[in-house]
């Protein structure tokens, strides 16, 4: 069977929960259009996620390579369109990483582009009534080190594994002291999740 692999990050920043791989491991198993979901939590941490998700790459040989991210503060699923070769963080990461103006991959490309089809993922996800749009950037954090490291594996190598990255706002429980931060539901995350495998695969 065709596989997708659904990646998501631990909780960082403080956060005691991370929407992304809470919403991502609902969906552990399951089959849409002929392709089964597998699901991986990934560390947030420089060097250590992208590696992951690369073995993982190594082991499964998906179809597709969806990773889920938290951006707090959006108040819609945002659909990632490109990936910026740069590591440059506001925060330490998990491991106390705080890498600032360093490349992702030094003998990479500036930029690669989401092979997901992000327009139809949007259309078909405003359509179904889950807030969402295209965003062109995915921060200089993890989540746009790992949507480099994937897409930049994938093009070195030579597969033909589509990549792309979704990121989630938080959930309700996480924004309770943060007034007036948008949230989303974890049963609006889990369709929207859904949705985006099915526009993918279908």
Not at 20 to 26: P, T
């Amino acid at each position: 069977m065709k596989s997708v692999l659904m990646t998501g990050f631990d909780p960082f920043g403080g956060e005691t929960v991370n929407p992304a791989s809470r919403a991502v491991s609902k969906l552990a198993g399951k089959v849409i259009d002929g392709h089964r979901i597998i699901t991986k939590e990934i560390p947030t941490v420089f060097g250590k996620s992208a590696y992951a998700v690369e073995q993982a790459i190594r082991e499964l040989n998906p179809n597709l390579v969806i990773s889920v991210g938290q951006a707090g503060g959006t108040h819609a699923i945002r659909v990632e369109r490109l990936a910026v070769n740069i590591d440059d963080a506001r925060i330490p990461d998990n491991e106390g990483n705080q890498p600032k103006d360093a490349a992702t991959a030094v003998d990479g490309p500036v930029a690669y582009w989401s092979t997901l089809p992000v327009r139809k993922i949007v259309d078909e996800l405003t359509n179904s009534r889950v807030p969402a749009f295209i965003s062109y950037t995915a921060g200089t954090y993890v989540c746009n080190h790992v949507f480099y490291s994937a897409s930049h594996f994938v093009a070195v190598n030579q597969l033909h594994t589509k990549v792309g990255f979704i990121h989630v706002p938080f959930l309700p429980e996480q924004v309770i002291d943060k007034p007036p931060t948008p949230s989303m539901s974890e049963e609006m995350i889990v369709q929207a999740l859904e949705i985006i495998v099915a526009v993918c695969t279908g």
